[in-house]
């Protein structure tokens, strides 16, 4: 029988760092933040792979989704609690070749494996923040990576490239930073998120927050199995279904039940329940409850024109090359959603490169479809390279 999981499964002070760097900014004056609130001392952690080049002209920035992290390449364990989600894109002779390109990872703010989170001590009293951690939203994500771009001595990435979430903050890197980034490459990703986007992150918020363990988001110092794991799992869960299409489950597990009778027991279980169950149990043992809900909210926040005077004016400040892709089968981020981003920074003179993957994996293809994703980054990069050469 497995050990009941922890109350949180978030990377602290003390921990093995693993392959993991950190840099702490706001340390003579707080980092405020859009909604208003403000952190002292925050710490970021991140990781690379390969050279940067004599000129600086050779970085990459890959930005995370949800629930991803810093770790884009290399084995579990010791300090990282799974492989690299992205192994088969990044490395030596992959799409991102890292004997030509210095890639960079970072662990977003709010996060919990390494950067500052609701799960890190607060400057106040060494305490978890918990409750009292601050709303962040994108843009707070991004601010805080132009930090460490400052840090690590690089005037301007070659391409910002990330799915899902990570595609919101490529867009916010263009239009917040446009003369410090060559290109972007948003995956799966959206301009604004969609009311039902929202509602969909509002369940998963509260399928946590009603969990008795949560304990109005201060409970990180609970024992192992009385932390809001049941509440975190069900939320995983309730977004898994959205992450895969239906011809997926349809196809993997049919109506097949887990021991092969038909289903009339109140108790009888199918294939996909025990399917969800694993998924659910999985994240709880290396993610935290208040970092889902933080990051949860951000994506809610996300719009590209607030603030700014709309959709045109905001994308007006686009002045590179960018590269959208969509998956057909997507339920969570529609394909139409990156056709509406291709169309809207075509009409402000933006060149873009729009493509579609015809896939039956859902929103998760962008990290199942290697071999094809590679493709068409091998293909952009090569371009941006060739751009930047002329």
């Known amino acids: 029988m497995r050990p009941p999981p922890p109350a949180t499964a978030a990377w602290r002070p003390g921990d093995d760092p693993g392959h993991r760097q950190f840099v702490r900014i706001a340390e003579d004056r707080p980092l405020i933040l859009e909604a208003g609130g403000r952190l002292s001392e925050v710490d970021i952690a991140y990781e690379t792979w390969g050279t940067l080049s004599p000129e600086r002209d050779n970085a990459v920035l890959i930005c995370h989704a949800w629930t991803g992290d810093s770790h884009i390449v290399g084995p ?71 930090a460490l771009t400052n840090h690590l001595g690089i005037d301007t990435w070659a391409s910002v490239i990330g799915g899902s979430m990570g595609g919101m903050q490529a867009l916010e890197w263009v239009v917040m930073y446009p003369k410090r980034v060559r290109s972007i490459i948003p995956i799966a990703s959206c301009m604004a998120s969609s009311p039902q986007q929202i509602a969909w ?37 309730i977004a898994q279904v959205t992450f895969r299409s239906d011809a997926v489950f349809e196809e993997r597990f049919g109506r097949q039940t887990l021991d092969g009778e038909e289903a009339f027991g109140q108790h009888d279980r199918y294939q996909v329940e025990s399917y969800l169950d694993h998924h659910g149990d999985k994240l709880v043992r290396r993610f935290d409850a208040g970092s889902y809900v933080t990051l949860a909210k951000a994506m809610d926040l996300h719009d590209i024109a607030r603030g700014r005077g709309g959709i045109a004016p ?77």
């Open 76 to 146: 579990g364990g010791r300090g990282h609690p799974s492989p690299g989600w992205w192994e088969e894109i990044v490395g030596p002779g992959r799409a991102i070749d890292t004997e030509s390109w210095f890639v960079v990872g970072v662990n977003v703010l709010g996060g919990c494996q390494g950067s500052t989170g609701p799960a890190s001590p607060s400057l106040e009293d060494g305490r978890p923040y918990g409750s009292r951690f601050p709303t962040v939203t994108i843009r707070d994500m991004v601010r805080v990576q132009a």
């Open 201 to 237: 992150g509002a369940l998963g918020r509260q399928a946590i927050m009603q969990d008795p363990c949560w304990r109005g988001g201060d409970y990180h110092d609970a024992p192992p199995g009385e932390g809001p794991h049941r509440g975190l799992a069900l939320a995983r869960q």
């Open 314 to 390: 905001a994308l007006r400040r686009v002045q590179v090359p960018v590269l959208t892709l969509g998956i057909t089968s997507d339920l969570l981020y529609p394909i139409r959603q990156q056709r509406e981003m291709a169309a809207a920074l075509r009409s402000v003179g933006v060149p873009v490169e729009h493509v579609e993957l015809d896939s039956p994996h859902g929103h998760d293809a962008f990290l199942i479809e290697e071999d094809r994703v590679g493709e068409a980054l091998v293909k952009f990069l090569s371009e941006v390279r060739e751009r930047d050469d002329s």
